[in-house]
C-alpha cells in the first residue's frame, strides 16, 4: 500500500472517501469488495485521530439494555461476533468484572437480571466465529471473595460480590484500523494519507470530485468521482463548508474523551467503576457511567472521559490539567488506587460527535451513527455525510454507505460479503494453533516473544518480516527499549504501509510508543531507519524526532 498521487489525479472513480478513520476505510474496503472504483484520502496519517482515540474494547452493547434498546444491542452483539471472526489475530475475548454494593440498581440481584437479559439477547453471539478460543462466553455472577480476589483493588466497602460479562478487546487497535486500509487496497482501492481536501468540486449543484493537496509538497491536483462520502466525523462540518456555498452546513458539537496508562490495577480481567457522571437517557439507571479499567501490556488503561469541546477541532490537545482531573476522577471512584501525575505514562484520545440534546447533560456522545444525501437537505447530488459512533459498528456502518452509493450511481450491488471476508491476516482458522507453529517452527532465528507478536500484529501476513530479516539479518535486531518489535517492522512500515511521519511509526504500525515515551535511543534509530528509506536530511530527521517527541508532552 502506497500513496499513488499520479493515479489518483488521472482517474475516475465511483466513490470518493473523505477520511481515512474507521469508519471511512470500512467503507472503502466494503466498496471495493463489491467492485466500485474507490479513491480514499485522509489529511493526516490513517486513524490518527479519532480512531486512535478507542479505550481497545469491542463492545457488544450490553449498556443499551439500560436504555431498552435491543435493536442496537443486537447490532453491536453482530459485529463484535463479525470483529472476532474477521481479524482473530486483532480481536480477542475478555472478561470484565461489575462489583455490585448493596441490593437496588447498583446490587448482585439486579445485575443478574442484566446478565441474564444479555444472555438472551445474545444467544447466536458465537455463531459466526470459527476459532473456539474466540467465542464469548457466557456471563456470571460472583461472590463477594471471587470479586475480591479477580480485582482485589476495587472497593470493598459495601462490596457484595459482583457480575463478570464479556466482551472483547483488540490486541492493537492501530493495526486492526491499518488491516481496513491494507484490505482495502488489497482490493484496488487507491488510498492516500497526508493528502487534505481544499475544495469540493462540484457543477450545476452536483459534487463532481475534490481539490487535494499533498502536504508534504504543497503540490494541489483534482481527483474526479461521480460520488463523494465526507466521513470525517468531528471535521464533517468543516468539509462540507468546502462546497463555498452560503448553505449552512450542519453544525457538528464535539466531545473530549481522553485515555490513560498507568500502573496495573487489575491482571487478568477489566473492571467497570462508576464515575460521577449520569447517564440521562438511562431507563434504569445504576448511577454514574462507567468507566473502564483494562490490563494493557503490564499496565493499566483507563477511559473514557467525555466533555463537551468548543473550538478547532485541529487544535485538540490533552493538556495535564485534563490527565490531574481523570486521576482525581479514579482515585474517587477506586480509592486504593491512590494515583499521583507522575504514574501517567501516556495519555492519548480524541474527539467525538454528540448529540445537540445531550450537550448539557452528563452522557454526551451520540449512540446514533447518522447518514445524510445531501441532494435532500442542501440540494446537492453526489454527495453523503456519514458520522460514525463506534468503532465496534464500522462494517455495518460501511454496508449502509456503500448500498446508499449503488442506490445513487443507479447500480445493482452485488452481496455483501465484508461480515465473513477476512482482514488482511486474519483468514486463521485457530490462532493459538496457528502462533504455536510459528514459535514451533519459525521460519527466520527470532525470539518466541517476537514471533507471537508478529503472529498477533500480522497475522498470516508474518512473512513479509521474516522475509526481510532473511534478506539482511541486521533487520532481526530489536528497535532500542523495545522486548518484541523488530527493525524489520521499520522498514516494512515505510515501504509497504504509507508510514510518512516518524510518529506513524511509532505510534501505529507498531506500538514502540504506546505505553508511553519509548527513550531517546528508540526515536533516534526508527528515524535513522526511515532517513534512510525517505532521503531524509539531518535537518528533516532532528524535525521528525522533535514533533514525535511532542506526541509524549503534556503542557
Not at 456471563?139 to 462490596?159: K, Q, T, Y
Not at 462540507?240 to 448553505?247: A, K, M, P, Q, R
Not at 438511562?282 to 493499566?300: D, E, H, K, L, T
Request: glycine residues 8%; aromatic residues 8%.
Amino acid at each position: 500500500m502506497q500513496r499513488e498521487l499520479k493515479r489518483l489525479s488521472e482517474e475516475e472513480y465511483d466513490l470518493l472517501v473523505i477520511g481515512g478513520g474507521i469508519n471511512g476505510l470500512a467503507a472503502a474496503w466494503d466498496a471495493a469488495l463489491r467492485g466500485l472504483k474507490v479513491a480514499l484520502v485522509e489529511k493526516g496519517d490513517y486513524g490518527a485521530q479519532t480512531s486512535s482515540a478507542t479505550l481497545k474494547i469491542v463492545h457488544g452493547g450490553l449498556r443499551y439494555l439500560q436504555h431498552l434498546d435491543i435493536v442496537r444491542s443486537r447490532e453491536s452483539i453482530r459485529e463484535r461476533s463479525v470483529m472476532l471472526a474477521i481479524a482473530p489475530h486483532l480481536v480477542q475475548p475478555f472478561p470484565f468484572v461489575v462489583p455490585t454494593y448493596g441490593h437496588l440498581l447498583q446490587g448482585k440481584e439486579f445485575l443478574s437480571i442484566g446478565i441474564l437479559l444479555n444472555e438472551m439477547v445474545s444467544f447466536d453471539r458465537n455463531r459466526a466465529i470459527r476459532d473456539p478460543e474466540r467465542r464469548i462466553p457466557a456471563g456470571r455472577i460472583l461472590s463477594r471473595a471471587e470479586c475480591l480476589n479477580l480485582v482485589p483493588r476495587v472497593n470493598a466497602d459495601g462490596l457484595t460480590g459482583g457480575v463478570m460479562f464479556y466482551d472483547a478487546q483488540m490486541y492493537n487497535s492501530d493495526r486492526l484500523t491499518l488491516s481496513f486500509a491494507l484490505s482495502a487496497a488489497g482490493k484496488g482501492a487507491d488510498l492516500a494519507n497526508y493528502v487534505e481536501v481544499v475544495r469540493l468540486l462540484h457543477r450545476d449543484k452536483r459534487v463532481t470530485g475534490a481539490r487535494v493537496r499533498d502536504i508534504p509538497t504543497g503540490s494541489e491536483f483534482d481527483i474526479r468521482a461521480k460520488m463523494v462520502a465526507n466521513m470525517t466525523g468531528p471535521w464533517s462540518d468543516i468539509v462540507l463548508g468546502l462546497l463555498g456555498e452560503e448553505n449552512p452546513a450542519r453544525r457538528v458539537v464535539r466531545s473530549k474523551g481522553i485515555q490513560i496508562v498507568t500502573p496495573p490495577l487489575t491482571e487478568s480481567c477489566g473492571l467497570a467503576v462508576q464515575s460521577k457522571f449520569e447517564d440521562p437517557d438511562a431507563i434504569f439507571s445504576r448511577g454514574g457511567r462507567n468507566y473502564f479499567i483494562m490490563p494493557w501490556r503490564g499496565r493499566s488503561l483507563i477511559g473514557t472521559t467525555d466533555t463537551v469541546y468548543e473550538g478547532d477541532p485541529d487544535d485538540f490537545r490533552i493538556t495535564d490539567g485534563d490527565i490531574r482531573e481523570f486521576i482525581a476522577e479514579i482515585n474517587d471512584a477506586v480509592p486504593s488506587a491512590g494515583f499521583r501525575r507522575e504514574d501517567v505514562t501516556f495519555a492519548f484520545g480524541g474527539l467525538r460527535p454528540i448529540t445537540e440534546k445531550n450537550i448539557d447533560a452528563g452522557s454526551k456522545v451520540s449512540r446514533k451513527y447518522e447518514v445524510y444525501d445531501h441532494a435532500r437537505d442542501i440540494g446537492f447530488e453526489g454527495l453523503v455525510t456519514v458520522i460514525g459512533v463506534k468503532y465496534t459498528t464500522c462494517r455495518f456502518l460501511a454496508q449502509k454507505v456503500v448500498n446508499l452509493v449503488f442506490r445513487k450511481l443507479n447500480r445493482v450491488s452485488p452481496p455483501v460479503v465484508t461480515d465473513r471476508t477476512p482482514l488482511a491476516g486474519g483468514d486463521i482458522e485457530r490462532f493459538d494453533d496457528f502462533a504455536r507453529e510459528l514459535a514451533e517452527r519459525p521460519p527466520v532465528p527470532l525470539s518466541e516473544k517476537t514471533l507471537r507478536h508478529l503472529a498477533h500484529t500480522y497475522g498470516t501476513g508474518f512473512g513479509v518480516i521474516t522475509e526481510r530479516v532473511r534478506a539482511d539479518a541486521d533487520l532481526s535486531r530489536l528497535v532500542a527499549g523495545s522486548e518484541e518489535v523488530t527493525r524489520a517492522e521499520v522498514v516494512h512500515a515505510v515501504r509497504e504501509e504509507s508510514a510518512v511521519r516518524l510518529a506513524d511509526v511509532v505510534l501505529r504500525r507498531t506500538d514502540i510508543g504506546t505505553l508511553g515515551h519509548p527513550g531517546r535511543a528508540a526515536l533516534e534509530e526508527c528515524a535513522a531507519i526511515m532517513a534512510r528509506e525517505r532521503g531524509w536530511d539531518a535537518v528533516r530527521t532532528a524535525l521528525e524526532i522533535e514533533a514525535a517527541e511532542r506526541c509524549f508532552v503534556f503542557g
